[in-house]
């Protein structure tokens, strides 16, 4: 759903591959938008995002559920090129294994390269250990090159990770204890740039990062939601505490985008995700009163033109 005149396109939610060059051209795809790991349903999976540009795709976070929204997307695992993780936690890394495994069985042959904070490398590691029967069959039965061989992890921190003429990419480092390692991206492809939160607290720095993109993709917390998470969960003080202390309430969301001057606020990763009362209507008034820009409430497998 897109409210003030948003531009989103829905997308088929049938599989329904794409060999590049994908005539859907430049896009900014919404993968998975609940927040926090518990699976409800396949319409709204955990954090995953995807950039197509000039025909190389970028996955921006890889909750369980990514894989299956990619191919969903129109992408051939095989031409996958970039991933980068915000944080590790389970919601934004847990497909990345499979993601990159699914990669290699449907033709990988060049690299994947894989930017994610520090303990990315131990991660990946202890996935190929616990797989390395059937991989190791798989290159000797089928002739396939190692995928140990074909995936490159770079450990990032705050700055420039990639740049180019055409491409820049950067890492802010953001506001989520008790993790210390937890990034908001910024990317620069031409004349468009979209930054993406990651998860945090209110973190002003986040506008400076994020001035004047044209699409800022961020997460989102409804206060008194979480707060009524004490009537449904005994004990739940410590989790309610731990939420407030890593989210952004809606009204913060709204003055980071109206400081930074961004073009579209695209809502994501919606904490708590489990409220029935939470309407788009609810987000959107939320919002409005600290963001006078266009706000788009954010739904999984919803694309926009870059």
Do not use: C
């Not at 003055?255 to 606020?265: D, F, R």
């Amino acid at each position: 759903m897109l409210l003030s005149g948003g531009t989103g396109l829905n997308i088929s939610s049938v599989l329904n591959e794409t060999y590049f060059p994908n005539k859907m051209g430049d896009r900014l795809v919404l993968l998975g938008t609940q927040g926090g790991p518990f699976i409800r349903s396949y319409k709204q999976t955990p954090s995953a995002n995807l950039i197509v540009y000039k025909d190389i795709p970028f996955v921006i976070d890889t909750g369980y559920g990514a894989t299956f929204k990619l191919k969903e997307a129109g992408i051939n695992l095989a031409t996958l090129k970039y991933i980068f993780i915000t944080h590790l936690h389970t919601d934004h890394y847990l497909d990345l294994g499979p993601l990159l495994y699914n990669a290699w069985i449907s033709g990988l042959s060049e690299q994947i390269h894989v930017y994610a904070p520090a303990g990315v490398k131990s991660l990946i590691k202890a996935f190929w250990k616990s797989n390395q029967y059937d991989i190791n069959t798989r290159i000797k039965d089928e002739g396939r090159t190692d995928i140990r061989k074909l995936i490159t992890t770079h450990e990032i921190k705050e700055g420039v990770l990639i740049k180019n003429p055409d491409v820049e990419i950067s890492a802010l480092r953001n506001i989520h204890p008790p993790i210390d390692n937890s990034y908001a991206f910024r990317f620069k492809l031409g004349k468009k740039t979209i930054v993406f939160s990651g998860d945090t607290a209110y973190f002003p720095s986040l506008a400076t990062f994020s001035t004047g993109a044209d699409y800022l993709v961020h997460e989102v917390m409804y206060v008194p939601a979480v707060d009524d998470i004490a009537k449904r969960r005994p004990n739940a003080s410590k989790l309610i505490a731990s939420i407030k202390s890593h989210h952004t309430s809606a009204e913060d969301v709204g003055k980071i985008a109206q400081a930074a001057s961004i073009k579209n606020l695209i809502l994501n990763h919606f904490v708590p995700p489990d409220d029935k009362s939470l309407t788009d209507q609810k987000w959107f008034d939320a919002i409005k009163n600290t963001f006078s820009g266009n706000i788009i409430i954010g739904k999984d497998l919803l694309q926009f033109e870059i």
